[in-house]
């Protein structure tokens, strides 16, 4: 039987064999890491070598590290480059490096390495490279019993360099269209989130119930079966409990959380989260009883309102640890979570200092109405009603020349305010809009918006048979000095035990105007 094992056609297919072989490891749907390690071992055993690595390139500190590696057994390897050596290596990447006989470009870095290239028997390097990207080197040992590489050993190695580069090219285009397809997600599940919270703030009574939303749409997201949500007290390091899914209620009511508690530290810290997988703090193994908890502060901009931690994960998969995926997701969501919190306390606060001011214009005898831009009522008290001898809703929106047409003073009053962007008053006039007996003291001032333009004015009307009636309304909260001097020193006065500021409405009033710049719920009495 003739052997024809040294015959060029049995290198062919050999060679054709082997790279084949290669081929499918590079396919198959497993790890790139580990389908590296089996790819170097493979091409080491096709070239009968024993020793071999891959070197990839840190371009975040200008290192080549040794990603993978068989038969050498060095751990955190990595070779320290200057950038002119990397670029040397990227214009050189069409060769081969032999370190017996190196590149004269290449002389100084391998001095300078050559006992840390000793450690891991460098004796071929081959560049792994593609398009002007260099990604690292296949190194390769010496073969067995010392024998050379042959001219088929080095086309394999070319073909199979090739190989892997473009392996490396595509997984990094791959991982590229991974995070993009992550951060889609994410983009989508905040663009969920917040239509999902946009809806809460009006259909919810109060913060309990809030809370209670929020929660459960936490736990919704991650599917998860289990959590709560604390929230932070002021002057006080015990959080407090808002809402739980899941829990043990007793448990959770008898054990106190604090902000200082280590495992929660960060997210009280500016951190975005924790992911606290296999945790050992005592406190919360007896509230949530789960291996694995994720934990993430609801805030907006340095302002945390609390934290949300959620336990176990739906059934069948309550042993699976957090990922930093699950971090990002509910830090997503505790974003938009703390932006409906901190609405949500705009909202009240701005419905508070509505009925509030609502109450105020009721307590008044003065009637009041303000108008917009184009002179159309925007908002009238029930006092302006009953002296128009209609209902306010029937006053909203009319022109004020339909309502005081056959009132000329008036309208000039208003039409001079206008112009001039100062408030006039007038006493003792006769108002035909209420009837042809009736005498008012009459007050108009301009009505500023926050860019300090004028979007409207401010209308008051008093019967001049209610004026001591009005001023004996204010002489009981406001003491005489203060009544007198208030309007024109916009000084603080002590309002029935609380300190504020106030805009006083009477006949003589100067800056009517300033009825619009205190409406807040702090300047109320």
């Known amino acids: ?39 170097l071992q493979q091409l080491l055993g096709i070239l009968l070598v024993g020793k071999g690595g891959i070197l990839i390139y840190d371009p975040a500190d200008n290192r080549l590290k040794l990603q993978v590696q068989s038969g050498i057994n060095q751990k955190n390897f990595h070779l320290e480059m200057n950038q002119d050596t990397f670029e040397t290596m990227l214009l050189l990447a069409d060769q081969f490096y032999r370190f017996d006989n190196p590149p004269a470009q290449l002389t100084q870095f391998i001095s300078q390495n050559r006992e840390a290239l000793t450690q891991i028997d460098a004796h071929i390097w081959v560049p792994l490279w593609m398009k002007n990207s260099l990604f690292g080197f296949l190194s390769l040992g010496k073969k067995f019993q010392d024998k050379v590489y042959s001219e088929r050993d080095m086309k394999i190695l070319e073909i199979s360099a090739h190989t892997l580069a473009l392996a490396f090219h595509n997984q990094i285009m791959l991982e590229g269209m991974k995070k993009q397809h992550r951060d889609h997600t994410l983009l989508t599940r905040e663009i969920q989130a917040f239509q999902a919270m946009s809806f809460v703030i009006g259909a919810v009574p109060g913060l309990k119930e809030l809370t209670e939303v929020i929660l459960s749409q936490a736990l919704k997201l991650l599917q998860v079966r289990s959590g709560a949500f604390y929230l932070m007290q002021p002057h006080n ?44 703090d005592r406190r919360l ?82 009637g009041v109405m303000t108008t917009t831009a184009v002179g159309e009522v925007a908002s009238v008290n029930e006092a302006m ?22 009132d000329p003073h008036i309208l000039n009053l208003i039409q001079k305010v206008q112009s001039s962007e100062s408030p006039h008053c007038e006493k003792h006039a006769r108002c035909r809009a209420i009837s042809n007996d009736t005498l008012v003291n009459i007050s108009v001032a301009p009505l500023w918006n926050s860019s300090d333009k004028i979007e409207g004015v401010v209308i008051t009307a008093e019967e001049v048979a209610g004026e001591n009636k009005l001023k004996r309304l204010f002489e009981d909260r406001v003491s ?12 603080a006065a002590k309002l029935q035990g609380l300190r504020g500021r106030a805009t006083i409405l009477f006949c ?8 619009i710049d205190v409406l807040s719920p702090e300047d109320f009495f």
């Open 385 to 406: 009603g009953r002296l128009l001898k209609k209902s306010p809703a029937a006053i909203l929106n009319q022109h004020y020349h339909t309502i005081f047409n056959e």
């Open 508 to 515: 003589r009033i100067h800056n009517l105007n300033q009825l």
């Open 1 to 39: 039987m003739n052997d024809h094992t040294g015959s060029p056609a049995y290198d062919v297919g050999f060679s054709l064999s082997a790279l084949l072989a290669l081929e499918k490891i590079l396919t198959r749907d497993e790890e790139f890491a580990v389908i590296c390690g089996e790819y």
């Open 285 to 366: 193994k007896k509230i949530f009883n789960s291996s694995h908890l994720l934990a993430a502060p609801v805030m907006v901009g340095e302002n945390v309102f609390g934290v949300i931690i959620l336990a176990d994960r739906q059934p069948g998969f309550e042993d699976s640890p957090y990922k930093e995926l699950d971090l990002q997701l509910l830090g997503l969501f505790t974003r938009q979570a703390g932006l409906v919190i901190d609405n949500f306390g705009a909202f009240r606060k701005l419905k508070r200092s509505e009925k509030r001011y609502r109450n105020i214009l009721k307590s008044l005898s003065a």
């Open 480 to 491: 005489h000095d203060a009544l007198e001097t208030l309007p024109e020193k916009e000084q």
């Open 237 to 280: 390091p015990l959080l407090k409990l808002a809402a739980q899914t899941g829990l043990d209620s007793a448990e959770v009511n008898a054990t106190h959380l604090s902000k200082s508690n280590r495992p929660l530290a960060g997210c009280f810290a500016g951190e975005k989260g924790a992911i606290l997988n296999h945790y050992e």
